[in-house]
């Protein structure tokens, strides 16, 4: 994510004589107004107001008032545990979070620096709050506020999971500014409405500095992201990495946002030459793409992160740096990664580089073609767009399983929140060409490259780039492709393209401009053929759906043209439907001890059978094998370790219900061994684990559990 268009700086010159710390902070205040970092009179003041060093006094002057984090505070292993943040990273934030006098404000994570940079945005009329769950450095801050004349500042030590009865004004704070890396947000019930909320946010392992305004009971984001790093939250609100290691290899793989898969049958896949999959999107060496994992974190599922042992003798090629954990896919035994490779320098020297990925193991071909697909779409539909939009939610009760959003792409479920992230949608760009005999200009588009509808006759056009409007692109599109200007080139359709289920692809804003030149005499520089075609033509012709449904509403309807982009009419083409059936897949556990069986007692507000006994089970996730989904549902429901070496199909049950569009494949999966022994993790979904003899059954059960356990052990028997 980008920063927004500078904004012009902000400088407040001195007007006494400075000693040498003053003179510092003049100094620190003038390098970040020039850089956009100050935006207002307010924060400049303050920055040139507050004594930085006075809250630093293990470092030399001229450290506390470098552009740089300092530590305060480290952990017995010498993780930094408190610090004072980046001078230019305290500035976004404060002006983010737009602070005015007289607020009631609640910093979470203190150290007394910047609770006295609000104290003086808030003035003598205003209160500001600060915690820290950490004695010794709510101590510090107590200490060093009271020297620096702002003793007025409230410091709290506390969990600020929980925040003590008594510190939430009426109404509501003003604004919260979240000093400590946070995996959830759970004060939206301290925020005034329309209050401001402004914190470095975990998503999927990658973290940004965000600014939230509290409207309807929500938060929203509108402001650019700022790619950041803080010290973690502490205490009931710490985040887990739920990492994995794939065992004698030192690759880890972490799913914060997500559902660990397993990772035991990767060794294998990383012991071979990957596939390498291009997807002809590059990058400068000096260019931000922050917004590209954010992207593929909510649209891929099974999205992780992976690092390495940076000692290891692991087969990652390109292994990612330590600070930041690779982009990555787990499908079953195989997984692929994001990675760059150099192409050249670049124009600024620094290198270009083409985003490619790297699969491994007997599907890595797959898994990363699906990736790289994904970069493609982020390349041709949100990379041009300045940042997504973030909405957070409180959960339903909060209970994460309460909502069916936790399924939905760029949705992450957290502890107290359910947050989506809105991808604004860049338009690429296509000009229908007529000549006066009524004909359309056609493209055909090369089959051997990785492009858009490859192989087909289709409009001329392409991509949006960065900051470029649909205009212009479209002006340079044809410059690129044929060389020519199209004078009178106006807008035209919106032509939208769903998948098979409605779900949204692409979209293309279609310029409608006139050309009488002969296709022969027209120089193609990108592309096989261009042709002068009539509507009655195309049939016989492999064209792209999309180019056929804007000849089809250019030739029927002839809609006004030259309208403003938001009242443009819009074209929509559906994917075609693949009319295969398909099933869903689920995977039983069939646990047998002493001529018992394991089950399990349904919640009586669960929304399948509830109160009713049935096997350890789940759904198999998207890419999932039947057998990993088995394995990750035993250890979800139960604790109990089963390698899938262990597995063995037993039973196979096809069921079509009563009422349910869908099939349901049902497998039935007896272990040889297992470890551990069975307790109940997920309670909100079982309330007891019992084992049940095979001829006293517990009622009620689950009808199609009873048919299977019978037929399993029917069949036994009579062996």
Known sequence: MTRSPERPAVTTSPTTALDEPGALRYQLADQLAESGHIR??????????????????????????????????????????????????????LEAARIRPGHRVLEIGSGGYNAALIAELIGATGHVTTLDIDLAVTDRATRFLAQTGYDRVQVVAADAEHLPAGIVPQGGFDAIMVTVETWDLPWLDALADGGRLVAPLRLHGYHWAIGFTK???????????????????QGDGAWNERRRTVPGTGVHLSWEDGTPLPVDELAPALTREPTVVHTHVTVGGQEPFDALPLYLAGALPGFCRLSVDPDGDNGVLNPPP?????????????????????????????????FVVQGYGPHGHLAAQEMADQVRHWQRN??????????????????????????????????????????????????????????????????NKPIWRPGQWALLGGNTEKGESC??????????????????????????????????????????????TPAHEINLREGIQLRWTRIEEIDEMTMDPGAVAVLHAHHNTRQPEGRQDAELPVVEVREPRDQRSRSIVGAHLVLIRDGAILL????????????????????????????????????????????????????????????????RMQLFFAPSRWVGEPVVREPKCCTEWRWWQLDDLPEPIVEYTRVAVQAIFSVKSSV
């Open 40 to 93: 207002t009179p307010a924060v400049g003041k303050a920055l040139r107001a507050v004594p930085r060093h006075a809250f630093a006094p293990e470092v030399p002057i001229q450290k506390a008032y470098a552009n740089d984090t300092v530590a305060t505070r480290h952990s017995d292993d010498g993780s930094v545990t408190s610090s004072l943040s980046a001078p230019w990273l305290q500035a976004d934030m």
């Open 215 to 233: 409207r309807d009971g929500a938060l929203h984001s509108d402001e650019p992201l700022i790619v950041c790093g803080f010290v973690a939250m």
């Open 322 to 354: 330590k600070h930041w954990p690779g982009a990555a896919i787990v499908r079953g035994a195989s997984l692929a990664r994001l990675a760059t490779d150099r192409i050249g320098d670049g124009d600024d020297g620094k290198g270009l580089y083409e």
């Open 382 to 447: 949100h990379r041009a767009a300045l940042c997504p939009r973030i909405t957070v939610h409180p959960l339903a009760g909060g209970d994460p399983t309460s909502t069916a959003a936790a399924d939905a792409r760029h949705v992450f479920v957290k502890k107290h929140t359910r947050i989506s992230v809105d991808w604004p949608v860049i338009p690429g760009t296509a000009a229908l060409l007529t000549d006066d005999d009524g004909r359309y200009l056609l493209h055909l588009r090369s089959a």
């Open 471 to 516: 205009e212009a692109a479209i002006a340079r599109e044809l410059d690129e492709e044929i060389g020519l200007a199209i004078p009178d080139l106006t807008s035209f359709v919106t032509l939208d393209t769903l998948d098979a289920s409605g779900l949204f692809m692409n979209r293309v804003r279609v310029y409608h401009g006139t050309l009488n």
């Open 600 to 663: 399990g007692k349904r919640h009586p507000n669960s929304a399948f059978a509830p109160s009713t006994w049935h096997l350890p089970a789940g759904h198999r996730e998207d890419l999932e094998s039947a057998i990993a989904c088995m394995v990750r549902e035993t250890e979800e429901e139960t604790g109990l370790r089963i390698p899938q070496a262990d597995l063995s199909l037993v039973h196979v049950l096809d069921l079509l219900a009563p009422g349910s569009p869908t099939p």
